[in-house]
């Protein structure tokens, strides 16, 4: 099922979509997300999605530019019109959903919870009583782990993921919980992750009505921004079908992030 939302790429084309009213797209990133999003000592924004909105926006004929920011200011700048995409992934929640319009999923990543090696935890409220769980500030999984263990767990907020990693690697909270993806390639697969190990399954923390075959994270734009969302998602289809959004990937991940890369993994094994 996942493949229909990719298979109807072939029938919007560019040239059937609205022009833009802007040549030039302000992209908000948080930039301290990696494999998706790292800022380098140069001050360059690199990773899979500063790649490819890069190369959306070529393909749209229009400039992009990033601004950087933590996480939890990136709808509000949407909102207030700082920028004119989020492009750093936002799982789909109704809250969010009211206020902006989500794009195709650009990667499937659910969240699991990170603890160590020696100890085993039940993940309901009485076996999670009183941990101190490291979430980021303004996210999906900061909101489900409030609405799912209320007062029986101790949720310690930050602003980026590197500030839990650093944490939780000196023991100021038991355990963190965020994208599987990110915390395999950040500490479970490197030598200080050895300790390490993920837990408690895939959790889906955006809205739970939809589909799950659906239940993937997306960039946004503002709500009665049709036309732009049309054309990102006509573009980004096209760059999934041509195998350009793999071979990004593969510079920084090994595994496919959405469906619709199996084609193109084919052809490169």
């Not at 800022?39 to 992009?64: D, F, N």
């Not at 300790?195 to 009665?224: F, H, N, Q």
Request: hydrophobic share 40%; charged share 25%.
């Amino acid at each position: 099922m996942r493949n229909t939302l990719f298979a109807l790429a072939g029938l919007v084309t560019m040239a059937t979509l609205p022009a833009l009213a802007a040549d030039k797209l302000v992209i908000g990133n948080e930039g301290t997300y990696p494999p998706f999003s790292m800022v380098q000592p140069s001050g360059e924004l690199i990773g899979i999605e500063p790649e490819m909105a890069r190369e959306m926006c070529k393909r749209m004929g229009v400039t992009c530019e990033f601004a950087v920011m933590d996480f939890k200011a990136l709808i509000p700048s949407l909102l207030q019109g700082k920028v004119d995409v989020v492009g750093s992934q936002i799982k789909p929640l109704a809250e969010r959903k009211e206020k902006a319009l989500f794009g195709m999923p650009i990667v499937f990543n659910h969240d699991t919870y990170v603890v160590p090696k020696a100890k085993t935890y039940t993940f309901t409220k009485e076996g999670l009583k009183g941990a101190k769980i490291g979430v980021q500030r303004g996210s999906s999984q900061a909101k489900y782990i409030t609405e799912t263990f209320g007062d029986a767990v101790k949720p310690v907020l930050y602003d980026n993921p590197d500030q839990i990693r650093l944490d939780l690697l000196n023991g100021r909270v038991d355990m963190a919980f965020g994208a599987k993806l990110n915390w395999t390639v950040e500490l479970i697969d490197k030598p200080e992750g050895k300790d390490w190990k993920l837990a408690g399954g895939d959790v889906w923390t955006g809205d739970p009505s939809m589909p799950e075959a659906e239940r993937g994270s997306s960039w946004i734009v503002r709500k009665g921004e049709t036309a732009l969302i049309a054309k990102m998602d006509a573009t980004l289809k096209a760059m999934i079908a041509d195998c350009s959004v793999t071979k990004i990937r593969k510079k920084y991940l090994s595994v496919p992030i959405v469906p619709g890369e199996e084609a193109c993994e084919a052809k490169s094994g």
